[in-house]
């Protein structure tokens, strides 16, 4: 069974910088097509970041392109995310979330509905 489980989430300054993990149970990150979400009140929820395959590429929402950056431990089997510069905006719940094919083209990877496996969340407030 597969199971995701974030952690890292908090309270922090306009500016500062937080990291976000993803615990993965049930299946190998360093194969996965895994994402991290994020979804503010009253939003729709939004790609912001993850791997589409096994290759070591990796894709950005364009609200958050050059501040954060995501990794795969497969040592831990986790998928991080390290945000800097955040701002107010970035305020919101972020979830990982894991698509069951080994690939996703890319308008199946950007679309929240297509993954199969989601942690439970963990709130970012960014504070100005």
Not at 24 to 31: C, E, K, L, P, W
Not at 76 to 104: F, G, I
Request: aromatic share 10%; glycine share 10%; hydrophobic share 35%.
């Amino acid at each position: 069974q597969v199971q995701l489980v974030e952690s890292g989430g908090g309270l922090v300054q306009a500016g500062g910088s937080l990291r976000l993990s993803c615990a993965v149970s049930g299946r190998t990150v360093s194969s996965s097509v895994i994402s991290w979400f994020r979804q503010a009140p009253g939003k729709e929820r939004e790609f912001v970041a993850g791997f589409r395959d096994s290759t070591s590429n990796t894709y950005y929402g364009s609200s958050v392109k050059g501040r954060f950056t995501v990794s795969r431990d497969n040592a831990k089997n986790t998928v991080d995310l390290q945000m800097n510069s955040l701002k107010p905006e970035d305020t919101a719940v972020y979830y990982c979330a894991l698509y069951a094919a080994r690939r996703a083209i890319i308008t199946v990877f950007y679309n929240a509905d297509s993954y199969d496996h989601w942690g439970q969340g963990i709130q970012v407030t960014v504070s100005s």
